[in-house]
């Protein structure tokens, strides 16, 4: 089931939109294009000229208009032509499709559907919290964003992770579901051995060995993002993480995931700061090893032309049923 258009999705770090330039993106093969005027203001367009479907994104950003640089048509931020170069003002041609676009912690949003855009999101995980240190990552994953979904939620396959992470004993506590919406929550158990060093730096204190369970996580999904929380004590969780999901090309065969990990900072200053290269490379380990895992699913799925799972866990069977649910009102 495709992604719903009429939601706001992550098109690009902040960062990559430099002032006075155009930035090439896509939502499910519809290629849009993000500018960035000298003033600082956004606007994103569909990324093609409307003259011979050249991209805009290779065009020239001039004020707040975007000129084409095939024939130097030129568009403002609503999509309109303002300018043909060799054509009089009275003379102009349609324009192209504008997009609702925001920016926020450090990520440009963009509503590619067709409904009136509701009111972005106010913030991203813990992201804006200066309580918090965040990690912005993420690549192209070359699979459908459910399998994203259903592997983040399935704390069951931690054994994956075991050259990583150690052994890991998950044990899951409940669910809870709503409109569009539906969140897990485990518990973990580490039988006779300690944290890895990279774990120990999230939660912010290496544990003892101890086979009772310890902390809580938390993973929701709410369509068509997802998080994850984690407590060892206290009431703010000492690791929030925020995770996009965009597909690139036409079949969704492809996402670009976006992650916001926020770290608590711990009472002493700076200790966060010198983990943090060791913290960076034990999160990348795990994110590569499920992304490899869930393209894997991916060929899988493709070779055998359908849905050959046996999935036993109930609470992957409601995800399903709730991201099939959340899809499809995009073909009713």
Same mark, same amino acid.
């Given at each position: 089931?495709?992604?719903?258009?009429?939601?706001?999705?992550?098109?690009?770090w902040?960062?990559e939109?430099?002032r006075?330039?155009?930035?090439?993106s896509?939502f499910?093969?519809?290629?849009?294009?993000?500018?960035? $005027?000298?003033a600082?203001?956004?606007?994103?367009?569909?990324?093609?000229c409307a003259?011979?479907?050249?991209p805009?994104?290779?065009?020239?950003?001039?004020?707040?208009?975007?000129?084409?640089?095939?024939?130097?048509?030129?568009?403002?931020s609503?999509?309109?032509?303002?300018?043909?170069?060799?054509?009089?003002?009275?003379?102009?041609?349609?324009?192209?499709?504008?997009?609702?676009?925001?920016?926020?912690?450090?990520?440009?949003?963009?509503?590619?559907?067709?409904?009136?855009?509701?009111?972005?999101?106010?913030?991203?995980?813990?992201?804006?919290?200066?309580?918090?240190?965040?990690?912005?990552?993420?690549?192209?994953?070359?699979?459908?964003y459910?399998?994203?979904?259903?592997?983040?939620?399935?704390?069951?396959?931690?054994?994956?992770?075991?050259?990583? $992470?150690g052994?890991?004993?998950?044990?899951?506590?409940?669910?809870r579901?709503?409109?569009g919406w539906?969140?897990?929550?485990?518990?973990?158990r580490?039988?006779?051995?300690?944290a890895?060093?990279?774990?120990s730096?999230?939660?912010g204190s290496?544990?003892?060995?101890?086979?009772a369970?310890?902390?809580?996580?938390?993973?929701?999904?709410?369509?068509?993002?997802?998080?994850l929380?984690?407590?060892?004590s206290?009431?703010?969780?000492?690791?929030h993480?925020w995770?996009?999901?965009?597909?690139?090309?036409?079949?969704q065969?492809k996402?670009?995931t976006f992650?916001?990990?926020?770290?608590r900072?711990?009472?002493?200053?700076?200790?966060?700061?010198?983990?943090?290269?060791?913290?960076?490379?034990?999160?990348d380990?795990?994110?590569?090893?499920?992304r490899?895992?869930?393209?894997?699913?991916?060929?899988?799925?493709?070779?055998?032309?359908?849905?050959?799972?046996?999935e036993?866990?109930?609470?992957?069977?409601?995800?399903?049923?709730?991201?099939?649910?959340?899809?499809?009102?995009?073909?009713?």
């Amino acid at each position: 089931m495709g992604s719903h258009p009429d939601h706001w999705y992550p098109l690009a770090w902040s960062q990559e939109v430099k002032r006075g330039r155009a930035f090439a993106s896509s939502f499910a093969g519809e290629p849009i294009v993000i500018v960035r $005027t000298e003033a600082g203001d956004l606007f994103a367009l569909e990324d093609r000229c409307a003259h011979r479907q050249v991209p805009l994104s290779k065009g020239v950003v001039k004020d707040c208009h975007l000129r084409c640089c095939y024939h130097g048509w030129s568009y403002d931020s609503s999509g309109r032509c303002v300018d043909v170069p060799y054509l009089g003002k009275d003379k102009l041609p349609n324009g192209v499709r504008a997009y609702p676009c925001c920016e926020l912690d450090g990520v440009v949003l963009v509503w590619p559907g067709r409904l009136p855009a509701k009111l972005p999101p106010t913030t991203l995980g813990a992201a804006a919290d200066r309580a918090y240190k965040t990690r912005r990552f993420g690549r192209v994953v070359n699979c459908h964003y459910t399998f994203m979904h259903e592997n983040l939620m399935d704390m069951n396959h931690q054994f994956l992770h075991r050259r990583t $992470t150690g052994k890991v004993g998950p044990r899951y506590l409940g669910k809870r579901s709503g409109e569009g919406w539906m969140e897990l929550d485990y518990s973990f158990r580490r039988p006779g051995e300690r944290a890895p060093l990279g774990e120990s730096m999230i939660v912010g204190s290496l544990r003892a060995p101890s086979a009772a369970p310890r902390d809580l996580m938390t993973i929701r999904t709410d369509y068509p993002h997802q998080s994850l929380r984690l407590w060892t004590s206290g009431e703010k969780p000492v690791l929030h993480v925020w995770l996009g999901y965009t597909p690139v090309d036409a079949d969704q065969r492809k996402n670009q995931t976006f992650i916001m990990l926020s770290v608590r900072r711990p009472k002493i200053p700076g200790v966060l700061e010198l983990a943090w290269p060791f913290l960076a490379k034990f999160t990348d380990r795990v994110f590569d090893e499920d992304r490899e895992i869930v393209e894997t699913e991916q060929a899988a799925y493709d070779a055998q032309g359908g849905d050959w799972n046996q999935e036993v866990f109930p609470a992957i069977r409601d995800l399903r049923e709730l991201l099939a649910l959340q899809g499809g009102r995009n073909h009713a």
